[in-house]
């Protein structure tokens, strides 16, 4: 049995042990050596729980279960005792044969028995990931008595757009999964079974790494396992995909030793023969024709963005990235001294009008608009122009002027060893200045 405070596997142990059981042995046996979520994933679960609570107002007037008690007996207990209202509950506790769930709703139905209800903050159903999850549950449930009637996976309507109060019942998809979860259902008991001689063993499983790593999720024991690649390994083969596994099996762990029989692609054997030189790969003819384009003054531009699961402002759809923040240098001449702009948003109101008008204010009406990945910044400003129409005109002629600066490097006209495959700001700026973002001042 799994030596943890729970009465057997949860549905987040369960979806780990199928990613990977070498992750699912150490999250048992070294939990500590587990690096606890960054920022980032943080905020995502914390969006997660947000969107879960809002999906209680699919089925209102319901019970949350036992949301302050965290030992598992007094939780099923509470549960035991709630069933009996024939509300809908939150967070219903139940274990049986190795596995501990807890339900996100269960809503109560004709004939004594519940529909199940598990909630994602995606925008579609992910059915290698999702049904499994709720096929756990399904079988935890109807394990320990419960009777279900259909299972529904409640994701975010990709289509809805905020106007006013968020309601629940357009924000949400109900997905009916009742059929694919009791097929998948039936091998559940076997797996956990696996799974708890993967916990009990007294060493770890030899497990190689491979493109599960990442898939569905990227693991947390990532740099950990991953961690025995050298420097300029071939994982860093620019769009190396399969091919950088079948390298490693063949036993080559450096991008230099891939043999010159190996086929490559162009941007591939760019990559290759930087590395051997040592020195950066320079298409200047290429390189002439992108800068010969630019026009001064040259503004350099740049936005920060926030995108959330459910939307903060009116006219916007989950996940849609609403920009608050720019950042503007405007070079005059090749001389000048680069003159700075920027706008940072205060307050919890819509940031974009007072983003576009600042914006509009500064920008100068004639010269090249230089951007890198442009196409994020314009399709942004697009964006913006729905919600604010009066600023279609200005964006009319802003953006025959905009220039990609990502283009020559994605393209590999100019390429640095040091970016190791990538043409990303943040690998080309130290790779070209010797600079990297923690020497920035944010
Ligand atoms: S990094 Fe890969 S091999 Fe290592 S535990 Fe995670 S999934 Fe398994």
């Not at 020195?279 to 531009?301: K, M």
């Not at 604010?388 to 802003?398: I, Q, S, Y």
Request: with cysteine.
């Amino acid at each position: 049995m799994p030596p943890s405070h729970l009465p057997g596997l949860s549905k987040s142990t369960f979806l780990m042990g199928r990613q990977c059981s070498k992750l699912l042995w150490f999250r048992y046996n070294a939990k500590d050596q587990i690096p606890a979520p960054d920022e980032a994933t943080q905020a995502v679960f914390d969006q997660g729980t947000e969107v879960g609570e809002l999906a209680h107002q699919l089925f209102p007037g319901g019970i949350v279960v036992a949301p302050r008690i965290i030992n598992p007996s007094e939780v099923m207990a509470e549960t035991q005792k709630a069933i009996q209202s024939r509300r809908p509950l939150y967070e219903a506790a139940f274990a049986f044969r190795g596995g501990y769930a807890r339900a996100d709703i269960l809503v109560p139905v004709a004939g004594n028995a519940w529909d199940l209800v598990e909630v994602k903050s995606t925008t579609q159903l992910k059915e290698d990931v999702h049904l499994p999850d709720i096929a756990f549950q399904a079988f935890v449930l109807t394990g320990a008595g419960i009777k279900l009637r259909k299972c529904f996976l409640a994701h975010i309507n990709g289509e809805f757009v905020r106007q006013g109060p968020v309601n629940p019942q357009k924000f949400f998809t109900l997905e009916d999964v009742t059929q694919p979860v009791t097929a998948l259902s039936r091998d559940i008991e076997e797996q956990i079974s696996a799974m708890q001689r993967v916990i009990g063993a007294k060493s770890c499983p030899e497990i190689q790494i491979g493109p599960h790593c990442d898939n569905p999720y990227t693991c947390a024991l990532h740099d950990h396992c991953w961690s025995f690649l050298p420097e300029a390994s071939v994982f860093t083969l620019y769009r190396g995909g399969a091919k950088c596994f079948s390298l490693l099996q063949q036993g080559i762990r450096k991008l230099a030793d891939i043999p010159a029989d190996v086929t490559l692609t162009d941007n591939q054997a760019i990559q290759r023969a930087a590395l051997l030189a040592g020195q950066p790969h320079i298409d200047r003819p290429a390189l002439a024709v992108f800068l010969g384009q630019l026009e001064y003054p040259v503004s350099y531009l740049d936005f920060e963005t926030i995108g959330t699961a459910i939307p903060l402002f009116d006219g916007v759809s989950p996940y849609q990235q609403v920009p608050f923040q720019f950042s503007l240098h405007v070079l005059r001449s090749a001389n000048a001294r680069p003159e700075h702009h920027s706008f940072l948003a205060e307050g919890t109101a819509d940031p974009r009008p007072e983003f576009m008008r600042q914006l509009r204010a500064v920008l100068p009406e004639p010269g090249s608009v230089v951007a890198y990945n442009a196409s994020f910044e314009t399709s942004r400003l697009t964006e913006c122009c729905e919600l604010l129409p009066e600023f279609k005109p200005w964006l009319r002629k802003v953006t025959p002027r905009i220039v990609d600066l990502l283009l020559p490097f994605r393209g590999f006209r100019y390429y640095h060893p040091q970016q190791n495959g990538s043409a990303s700001m943040k690998a080309v700026l130290p790779a070209l200045t010797g600079q990297g973002y923690d020497k920035l001042a944010i």
